[in-house]
């Protein structure tokens, strides 16, 4: 009776926010878009319930991408022990760190051997290696500011700097051997900004960037598609389409899309470098748009799996309570709501019959 309440109470907190910040996508349209999603994931796996898609996912998680994720440490919670995790049904909490990469999982699921219809070029490693090594020039006072998405030439410069990414290569050292980053000295080391992503020195690091490389690689036709596009003028409905129309699965598409819009938002310089979050329509009132976006997307895996009320309450404490960034946190609930309803929708595929 007591988790019961504590539960309740929790999704209490979920429900309200003490400001009022503007949320552009209303209940009516989240309910849309959830048929949307469930009716397209079960025509794509008509016998896999949410269930079995979740312990596949999971299972991606434990065994192909926990190895490697410590060489991009992230505080996520606490991990659990296997034994742990098949008796709670979870990797960890309020998360596990390779929960960070569950897109990740999303896309594996779906596409093992990350095959494309196309053969495209690493045009999206291309983009974030050129976007770091810019905003490391401007800190260093060796380029004046700047702001890529303004510049018309950029599609010409992510594609001369192709030959820096390939064979899933990402250079992060000088001519002369000295690692590229922001100069001076710092209290603490992790506040330098680095054209490296992650911890260089670390044992799985090499591993790590192959990894994701290759996954940048897979990313690379939506990334170019929303490159094309006008400013604020994709809608989440839209994305999602397009993203099933190149991936041809929609737990795949639903993987490709958080992870083009974290490294847009968390692998470059939101200020200088985010580019292709600004072709998205808002989604809540603010001016953190590349976060806004990851935060939506990357959060609704986790509602679809069933996280909602743990990585809520991580969201909770730190949006909410620790940064005071409403905008984030509304994010956030809405996104792990439509996630909620989505996996109703997939228990119950008569709620969308009429949609």
Same mark, same amino acid.
């Given at each position: 009776m007591?988790?019961?309440?504590?539960?309740?109470?929790?999704?209490?907190?979920?429900?309200?926010?003490?400001?009022?910040?503007?949320?552009?996508?209303?209940?009516?349209r989240?309910?849309?878009?959830?048929? =949307?999603?469930?009716?397209?994931?079960?025509? +794509?796996?008509?016998?896999?319930?949410? &269930?079995?898609?979740?312990?596949?996912?999971?299972?991606?998680?434990?065994?192909?991408?926990?190895?490697?994720?410590?060489?991009?440490p992230?505080?996520?919670?606490?991990?659990?022990?296997?034994y742990?995790?098949?008796?709670?049904?979870?990797?960890?909490?309020?998360?596990?760190?390779?929960?960070?990469?569950?897109?990740? +999982?999303?896309i594996?699921?779906g596409?093992?051997k990350?095959?494309?219809?196309?053969?495209?070029?690493?045009?999206?490693?291309?983009?974030?290696?050129?976007?770091?090594?810019?905003?490391?020039?401007?800190?260093?006072?060796? +380029?004046?500011?700047?702001?890529?998405?303004?510049?018309?030439?950029?599609?010409?410069?992510i594609?001369?700097?192709?030959?820096?990414?390939?064979?899933?290569?990402?250079?992060?050292?000088?001519?002369?051997?000295?690692?590229?980053?922001q100069?001076g000295?710092?209290?603490?080391?992790?506040?330098?900004?680095?054209?490296?992503?992650?911890?260089?020195?670390?044992?799985k690091?090499?591993?790590?960037?192959?990894?994701?490389?290759?996954?940048?690689?897979f990313?690379s036709?939506?990334?170019?598609?929303?490159?094309?596009?006008?400013?604020?003028?994709?809608?989440?409905?839209?994305?999602?389409?397009k993203?099933?129309?190149?991936?041809?699965?929609?737990?795949?598409?639903l993987?490709?899309?958080?992870w083009?819009?974290?490294?847009?938002?968390?692998?470059?310089?939101?200020?200088?470098?985010?580019?292709?979050?600004?072709?998205?329509? &808002?989604?809540?009132?603010?001016?953190?748009?590349?976060?806004?976006?990851?935060?939506?997307?990357?959060?609704? =895996?986790?509602?679809?799996?069933?996280?909602?009320?743990?990585?809520?309450?991580?969201?909770?404490?730190y949006?909410?309570?620790?940064?005071?960034?409403?905008?984030?946190?509304?994010?956030?609930?809405?996104?792990?709501?439509?996630?909620?309803?989505?996996?109703?929708?997939? &228990?119950?595929?008569?709620n969308?019959?009429?949609?």
């Amino acid at each position: 009776m007591k988790n019961q309440i504590t539960i309740s109470t929790f999704a209490l907190l979920m429900s309200f926010s003490a400001s009022a910040v503007s949320v552009y996508f209303d209940k009516d349209r989240s309910d849309d878009f959830a048929c =949307t999603i469930a009716k397209s994931i079960k025509k +794509a796996y008509p016998d896999k319930s949410r &269930r079995k898609l979740k312990k596949g996912i999971f299972k991606i998680l434990r065994e192909e991408i926990n190895p490697w994720v410590d060489a991009y440490p992230i505080p996520a919670g606490i991990s659990f022990p296997k034994y742990l995790e098949r008796i709670t049904g979870l990797p960890g909490f309020p998360m596990d760190r390779s929960e960070y990469y569950l897109q990740n +999982a999303f896309i594996l699921y779906g596409n093992p051997k990350l095959e494309l219809k196309e053969p495209t070029k690493n045009y999206f490693a291309s983009f974030i290696h050129l976007a770091r090594k810019r905003h490391v020039d401007y800190l260093n006072k060796e +380029a004046p500011r700047f702001k890529l998405r303004n510049e018309p030439d950029l599609l010409q410069q992510i594609e001369e700097n192709l030959p820096n990414v390939e064979n899933n290569a990402y250079p992060i050292h000088d001519e002369d051997g000295n690692p590229i980053q922001q100069k001076g000295e710092f209290k603490k080391e992790k506040h330098r900004y680095k054209l490296a992503i992650g911890e260089a020195d670390h044992k799985k690091y090499n591993e790590f960037v192959e990894v994701s490389q290759k996954h940048n690689h897979f990313s690379s036709p939506l990334f170019m598609w929303l490159l094309q596009q006008e400013d604020f003028s994709i809608t989440p409905e839209r994305l999602f389409e397009k993203a099933v129309e190149i991936y041809e699965d929609p737990i795949v598409a639903l993987g490709v899309i958080p992870w083009v819009f974290s490294g847009d938002a968390l692998t470059v310089h939101r200020g200088t470098s985010s580019v292709v979050s600004y072709k998205m329509e &808002r989604i809540v009132e603010g001016g953190d748009i590349p976060g806004y976006q990851y935060h939506f997307w990357g959060y609704l =895996t986790q509602g679809i799996i069933g996280g909602r009320l743990r990585v809520g309450l991580l969201a909770y404490i730190y949006e909410k309570l620790y940064q005071k960034d409403i905008a984030d946190w509304k994010t956030d609930v809405l996104s792990l709501k439509l996630g909620k309803q989505i996996r109703k929708n997939l &228990r119950k595929p008569k709620n969308c019959e009429q949609k």
